[in-house]
């Protein structure tokens, strides 16, 4: 069974930081370009960052410079540090494949609230 399971969220003031942890249950998932989606309420799902199996990376022009994704392939962990965070990127963050059918079902995803 296919489990993703993000952590990391929370609130933080704008131009704050947080860095979220997926952890990714998937035989071989090594092998699979993984991404970071963010779903704002009344909005649909957004690719934010995408990481290929060797570690090329693309952004949305929205969060280009601020988000950096990474991987550890050894521990099956995908990353994503978000820098000068902005209101506007208030959504809850999920992983998933950043490519090719979606991993089902989705995790839970872990809330960030960027809010004075």
């Known amino acids: 069974q296919v489990q993703l399971v993000e952590s990391g969220g929370g609130l933080v003031q704008p131009g704050g930081s947080l860095r979220l942890s997926c952890a990714a249950s998937?035989?071989?998932?090594?092998?699979?370009?993984m991404g970071w989606y963010r779903q704002a309420p009344g909005k649909q799902r957004e690719l934010v960052a995408g990481?290929?199996?060797?570690?090329?990376?693309n952004y949305a022009s929205s969060v280009k410079g601020r988000f950096t994704i990474s991987r550890d392939n050894a521990k099956n962990l995908v990353y994503l540090q978000l820098n000068s965070l902005k209101p506007e990127d208030t959504a809850v963050y999920y992983c998933?494949?950043?490519?090719?059918?979606?991993?089902?079902?989705w995790g839970q995803g872990t809330q960030v609230v960027v809010s004075s």
């Open positions: 998933n494949r950043d490519r090719g059918d979606p991993f089902r079902p």
């Open positions: 998937v035989s071989g998932v090594r092998f699979y370009a």
């Open positions: 990481i290929t199996s060797g570690g090329i990376t």
